[in-house]
């Protein structure tokens, strides 16, 4: 490492590719050619890293140029320098063309499962350069690794109020409830929440410890009702199973509905009052993102509101399915 005192080098790129076509052609005139540069002007450049260097590189003799030891010595660290700046161009074009790069990706496990295979895939097909990490963490764990820099960007639905990120929205999410055929809610194309309150059905939610969960309590306290669940648990497929084992109902975001269909689950829209989200990709404040980062969030966005169902319609036999956006 140089020392903090040392006079820091002025050399340039072109004094050292003028000094290797002199080194290699032992020709001024021809090095001067294979440059496109007037011989003057490269005799110049020589001169001037000679002068930069405080050594002589070349000595010149009627007939030809030859190397000094010095530059003999310059010339091995010259190449590797050229040889190493090429590859770095190279590099940096092949990122911004999309040709190379790595992206890392956070999502919740359930959205994850939802959203990222198919976006993965396709990314993939149109650029096979470009490793993509998926790594699944809960919400706060998500904006955590995006402003450290563990994660290029994160997806999912995150407070109005976190600090130190940037949000693209990719679609609206709302909650619905579902329900096994049959149940006495499962006849209605809307169901509010003072619907659900009054019921008595056994309620299945998540832990306290979720965004969810605090958006049921939300809509319970606007049914004036206190929120009293038969069951809580961590992760959304879980309480699909239990609301598949007819155990109670389950208020849960539209995109378990991609989890839920071979259950064979009622689902069916929260009114009165409807509550909406957005699902967003994150990225840390003031960092650029990189070009394979924005091709990647096109291709989930259009995933996104393929297969995040934005209205339940029924389809026979009381079961749902989504309706896909164009």
């Known amino acids: 490492m140089a020392g ?3 006079t820091p080098m002025n050399v340039t790129i072109r004094q050292i590719q003028a000094f290797l076509a002199v ?18 002007a490269l ?8 002068e930069e260097l405080g050594t002589r590189l070349l000595d010149r ?27 770095a161009a190279r590099s940096a074009r092949d990122h911004a063309a999309r040709r190379r790069g790595r992206i890392s990706i ?3 496990p359930l959205l994850a499962a939802v959203l990222m295979p198919h976006a993965i895939a396709e990314f993939g097909q149109a650029h096979p350069g470009i490793e993509i990490k998926l790594i699944e963490a809960r919400t706060d764990q998500i904006v955590d690794l995006v402003r450290s820099g563990g994660a290029d960007c994160g997806v999912g639905t995150f407070a109005v109020d976190e600090s130190g990120i940037d949000r693209t929205r990719l679609t609206r999410d709302n909650l619905m409830l579902f329900c096994v055929p049959g149940c006495e809610l499962a006849d209605r194309p809307k169901v509010t929440w003072d619907d ?12 306290r410890d979720s965004g969810i969960r605090l958006l049921v309590e939300v809509g319970f306290e606007s049914a004036r009702k206190p929120l009293q669940p038969a069951f809580e648990v961590t992760q959304i497929t879980t309480a699909l199973a239990l609301t598949a084992a007819d155990l109670g109902v ?7 509905w991609n989890a839920a269909r071979h259950d064979q689950l009622v689902v069916r829209e929260m009114t009165k009052p409807s509550i909406v989200r957005d699902i967003v990709m994150i990225s840390a404040q003031g960092r650029t993102r990189t070009p394979a980062v924005i091709a990647f969030e096109a291709v989930l966005r259009r995933h996104a509101q393929q297969h995040v169902p934005g209205e339940i319609v029924a389809r026979g036999g009381g079961t749902a399915a989504p309706r896909q956006r164009g």
């Open 23 to 40: 080194a290699e052609l032992g020709s001024f005139t021809r090095a001067a050619e294979r440059l496109h540069a007037a011989q003057p």
């Open 43 to 50: 005799s110049l450049l020589l001169r001037q890293l000679e």
């Open 196 to 207: 659900v309150a009054r019921s008595g059905l056994p309620l299945i939610t998540l832990t």
């Open 106 to 108: 956070v999502a919740p």
């Open 4 to 6: 903090r005192n040392e």
């Open 61 to 87: 003799t009627t007939r030809r140029v030859e190397l000094t030891e010095a530059g003999r010595e310059f010339k091995n660290s010259a190449d590797r320098i050229l040889d190493e700046l090429h590859h």
């Open 250 to 256: 389950a208020v849960l975001p539209a995109y378990a």
